[in-house]
C-alpha cells in the first residue's frame, strides 16, 4: 500500500512546478503628476497631464483586458471526425443563443460539432448553462469534477478548456498535479492529499472517481461529501459529474479538435 502524502509518491518526485509571471499596471499616479501650487491646486497643464496619464492607463487596461479575453481560446480547429459548421452570427438563433453564453462570444469547436444536430447543441446549451453556469458549488470543487473526469477519461479537450477556468476558480498548481496525477480510487490505494486538496476536494475527488469509473457510489464517498454540502448541491455535484461524463465521452468519440489520442498535459 502507498502511504504519505502526494507529494512523497514517486509519480510526482520528478515533477517541477514553474511559476507565472505577472504584469501590472502602477496602482498610483507619479508624484510630478499631483505637485500642487502654493494654495495646493493643481495648475491647468499640471491637471491635463493628469488625466492625459489616466486615460492612457484605462485604454491599456481596456486593451490588455480585451486582448486577455482573446488569448484564453483554446482551440486549435484540427479536424474531428464531423465537420465544424460554424454559421455566420445572426444567421443561426440556436448558434447565437450558444455564441451568448460563451465568454468570448465566439464558438468552440465543440459546439461546431454539435451544430451538425442543433437540436442537440440547443439542449446541450440550455442543459450546461444551468449545471456550469447557474449552480451554487464552490466554484474550486465544481471545476475539480470536471477537470478529473477529464482526466479519467482521458479527455484532452475537456482539460483544455477548463485548466485555465480552474485556476480562476482558485485551484492551485500543485491541486492541479493531484488532479492530473493521482490513480483512481487513490483513497483505497493509500494516497493522501488532505494537505494538498483539503478534506472538502477530497471527497469531491473520491465522488467523482466513484461515479465516472464505477458508476454505483458506495455510501461512505457519498456521505463523505455530504458533509461540504447540502441536498441542493449535491444534486448540482451528481448533475456535475454526471453531464461532463456525457462531454467528455462526446468530444473523445468524436475526436474534437484532434485531441483523442493526444495525453492530458500535466499542468505546470
Known sequence: MVTGSFKSQDWVSSLTVSSYDIVAFPERVPNRYIKCHSKGRLSFLTMLRFWGFLFIAFCCLSFGSSLGRILEKRDDNLPARVPYVFPPPGTDPIADAIRARRTNGTLLDLDGVLLNAPLIAQG???LFGVIRDNNTLPPAMR????????????????WLQHESVGRMA?????QLLAIRLAPPFFASQGVNLTSILGPDLVAAMTFTDWITKNVHVPDD???????FLNDSQLVEATATAAGY??????VVALNVDAKMDVPVPIPS
Open 124 to 126: 446541450e446549451d440550455i
Open 143 to 158: 471545476e475539480l469534477f470536471i477537470l478529473r473526469i477529464a482526466v479519467l477519461n482521458n479527455a484532452t479537450y475537456e
Open 170 to 174: 482558485g485551484l492551485t498548481t500543485e
Open 221 to 227: 464517498v457519498f456521505n463523505a461529501l455530504r458533509t
Open 245 to 250: 461524463s456525457f462531454i467528455s465521452r462526446f
